[in-house]
């Protein structure tokens, strides 16, 4: 199976099909076509590895690993490896930097 990977970014930043994108994923679907072959699209979304994670969230790994394992942040196991969607991990700063506010709104 032949694959063409285009992140998404790329594409809203040069919606252009004369682009070298644009122009790898026509050719893909041609030759497809002409093999009588089904072209199949997904999108998926960007995950992170728990340091990846914490890096972003400006915590520690282990703080990530604990969420993770509370069940406060929903990851997936590939393998032996967690990864965390990038919608999952947004949803957990904005929640961390919630409880931060509540918690330091009684010291102002």
């Given at each position: 199976m032949q694959?063409?990977?285009?992140?998404?970014?790329?594409v809203a930043l040069n919606p252009s099909w004369e682009s070298d994108?644009?122009?790898a994923v026509y050719e893909l679907v041609h030759r497809a076509a002409e093999a009588g072959k089904t072209v199949t699209v997904s999108v998926d979304e960007r995950t992170y590895s728990p340091?990846?994670?914490a890096h972003i969230a400006d915590v520690s790994r282990m703080t990530i690993q604990?969420?993770?394992d509370d069940g406060t942040i929903?990851?997936?196991?590939?393998?032996n490896r967690w990864r965390?969607?990038?919608?999952?991990?947004?949803?957990y700063r904005r929640t961390m930097w919630a409880d931060t506010v509540v918690a330091l709104?009684?010291?102002?």
């Amino acid at each position: 199976m032949q694959q063409v990977v285009v992140p998404a970014s790329s594409v809203a930043l040069n919606p252009s099909w004369e682009s070298d994108w644009g122009r790898a994923v026509y050719e893909l679907v041609h030759r497809a076509a002409e093999a009588g072959k089904t072209v199949t699209v997904s999108v998926d979304e960007r995950t992170y590895s728990p340091q990846e994670a914490a890096h972003i969230a400006d915590v520690s790994r282990m703080t990530i690993q604990r969420r993770i394992d509370d069940g406060t942040i929903t990851a997936t196991r590939k393998g032996n490896r967690w990864r965390i969607c990038e919608s999952e991990l947004d949803r957990y700063r904005r929640t961390m930097w919630a409880d931060t506010v509540v918690a330091l709104a009684d010291d102002f």
